[in-house]
């Protein structure tokens, strides 16, 4: 079957904080007014995959919502997607569990594996909810630089990450894979190389492995807990729905643990709030998306489209605006621009840059808050067309005007 991924969806008045309430939107000229392009906070503009609401109103229509227990298909859908696409051959129920989120998954993990005021490490440029997160729950983060090879690609520097480690006492690190903002998906010696050093040194992994299923290009996701044995009993996996099938509205999302010791304890300790609990229909919309027909032509095709939005954007940002840098993402819906060289050249400071697109109506992210002091974040989940008109526009009225 095939799915239509061209299609203009007026997402206008029916709760969506893209397009309701984007950063700078007041500075949108009138005669953009009506054609702003959602760029920004990481949801899709895409409708869902169709038998998640199938199987949300299905459920809809029983008359009664009181307690209920976890169906057996939600496992098992679990199971199959992962052990199909991601190469998990032993996952059973028992190493599944619930979180509200996959940052409150983090921090449940967190208050395992360290004490208050302990030192965690992170890659840096770094997701900003995990700065939120981390900070607001009593730890100090720490930031590995990443730095991008004579190819333009994201690198680990595996020399300054095992120095840190040493000299800040650090015993737990939380991971993207694939990353966010920068699009990276570690391939398995990368991985390797990382838990040389995590191994060495007793460090516990927690996994933000959200994005998994968004890998361009025709990659495939090598999980992080799968990288070798040790891996595997030293690692807190963490995913969700929200990026594959658009549905972040939802809340929900899910955690592997195979360390029977300490699943426990994460368990507890994501109990011990009484409000960390699946939502019935969330739960039918997992079962849905993971058991639907048609699921793995779905994500797919979906990873296409992707795939095309990725190869217009760079190809503008790397032929056409010069003194603005970035990285072709291999994973994640997400372009992270570096516009160092264009704001010195043109005297123009990051904020004004933002201020600029937001004008013609392309409504991007401001990177400071993921650590790129001249970076902005774009979202390319939109149909290509819309990709393509926004790019149009920086060319003609922003950094080529």
Request: glycine share 6%.
């Given at each position: 079957m095939k799915y239509d991924f061209t299609q203009f969806i007026d997402r206008m008045g029916k709760d969506a904080v893209a397009v309701e309430f984007p950063p700078n939107g007041n500075l949108t000229k009138p005669?953009?007014?009506?054609?702003?392009?959602?760029?920004?906070?990481?949801?899709?503009?895409?409708?869902?995959?169709?038998?998640?609401?199938?199987?949300?109103?299905?459920?809809?229509?029983?008359?009664?919502?009181?307690?209920?227990?976890?169906?057996?298909?939600?496992?098992?859908?679990?199971?199959?997607?992962?052990?199909?696409?991601?190469?998990?051959?032993?996952?059973?129920?028992?190493?599944?569990?619930?979180?509200n989120?996959?940052?409150?998954?983090?921090?449940?993990?967190?208050?395992?594996?360290?004490?208050?005021?302990?030192?965690?490490?992170?890659?840096?440029?770094?997701?900003?909810?995990?700065?939120?997160?981390?900070?607001?729950?009593?730890?100090?983060?720490?930031?590995n630089n990443m730095y991008k090879d004579e190819n333009k690609m994201w690198r680990i520097d595996?020399?300054?990450?095992?120095?840190?480690?040493?000299?800040?006492?650090?015993?737990?690190?939380?991971?993207?894979?694939?990353?966010?903002?920068t699009g990276r998906a570690w391939s398995k010696e990368e991985l390797e190389k990382c838990f040389e050093i995590f191994e060495r040194h007793n460090v516990w992994v927690v996994s933000d492995e959200i994005w998994s299923d968004i890998m361009l290009d025709g990659r495939k996701h090598n999980p992080t807990a799968l990288t070798n044995e040790w891996a595997k009993m030293h690692t807190v996996s963490l995913y969700a729905t929200s990026k594959t099938f658009n549905i972040a509205g939802l809340v929900g999302s899910y955690r592997f643990i195979f360390n029977e010791w300490l699943k426990d304890r994460v368990d507890k300790e994501a109990s011990l709030s009484h409000y960390n609990e699946m939502n019935m229909l969330w739960m039918y919309a997992a079962i849905g998306a993971y058991t639907g027909e048609g699921r793995f032509d779905y994500v797919d095709q979906l990873c296409e489209v992707l795939s095309e939005n990725a190869r217009v954007a760079y190809d503008f940002v790397m032929n056409k605006f010069e003194g603005v840098d970035t990285s072709r993402p291999e994973g994640t819906f997400m372009l992270f621009l570096d516009c160092t060289e264009w704001c010195e050249k043109h005297g123009v400071t990051i904020q004004r840059l933002q201020e600029m697109g937001a004008e013609v109506g392309v409504m991007w992210q401001d990177g400071r808050p993921f650590h790129g002091a001249n970076a902005i974040r774009m979202n390319l989940a939109l149909p290509t067309w819309r990709v393509q008109e926004a790019f149009e526009r920086l060319d003609k009225y922003v950094f080529n005007a």
């Amino acid at each position: 079957m095939k799915y239509d991924f061209t299609q203009f969806i007026d997402r206008m008045g029916k709760d969506a904080v893209a397009v309701e309430f984007p950063p700078n939107g007041n500075l949108t000229k009138p005669e953009w007014k009506d054609k702003q392009i959602p760029m920004w906070v990481a949801d899709q503009n895409f409708p869902t995959f169709p038998p998640i609401k199938e199987k949300m109103i299905e459920r809809a229509g029983i008359d009664t919502f009181g307690y209920y227990t976890t169906r057996p298909e939600y496992f098992e859908g679990l199971i199959d997607w992962h052990t199909k696409r991601n190469g998990y051959t032993d996952l059973e129920a028992k190493h599944i569990s619930y979180d509200n989120s996959v940052l409150g998954g983090v921090v449940s993990a967190l208050n395992v594996l360290c004490s208050a005021g302990d030192n965690v490490l992170l890659q840096c440029p770094t997701y900003i909810g995990f700065t939120g997160a981390i900070e607001n729950n009593g730890y100090n983060i720490v930031l590995n630089n990443m730095y991008k090879d004579e190819n333009k690609m994201w690198r680990i520097d595996y020399e300054d990450m095992e120095k840190l480690i040493v000299e800040k006492k650090i015993h737990a690190t939380v991971f993207c894979n694939p990353h966010n903002p920068t699009g990276r998906a570690w391939s398995k010696e990368e991985l390797e190389k990382c838990f040389e050093i995590f191994e060495r040194h007793n460090v516990w992994v927690v996994s933000d492995e959200i994005w998994s299923d968004i890998m361009l290009d025709g990659r495939k996701h090598n999980p992080t807990a799968l990288t070798n044995e040790w891996a595997k009993m030293h690692t807190v996996s963490l995913y969700a729905t929200s990026k594959t099938f658009n549905i972040a509205g939802l809340v929900g999302s899910y955690r592997f643990i195979f360390n029977e010791w300490l699943k426990d304890r994460v368990d507890k300790e994501a109990s011990l709030s009484h409000y960390n609990e699946m939502n019935m229909l969330w739960m039918y919309a997992a079962i849905g998306a993971y058991t639907g027909e048609g699921r793995f032509d779905y994500v797919d095709q979906l990873c296409e489209v992707l795939s095309e939005n990725a190869r217009v954007a760079y190809d503008f940002v790397m032929n056409k605006f010069e003194g603005v840098d970035t990285s072709r993402p291999e994973g994640t819906f997400m372009l992270f621009l570096d516009c160092t060289e264009w704001c010195e050249k043109h005297g123009v400071t990051i904020q004004r840059l933002q201020e600029m697109g937001a004008e013609v109506g392309v409504m991007w992210q401001d990177g400071r808050p993921f650590h790129g002091a001249n970076a902005i974040r774009m979202n390319l989940a939109l149909p290509t067309w819309r990709v393509q008109e926004a790019f149009e526009r920086l060319d003609k009225y922003v950094f080529n005007a």
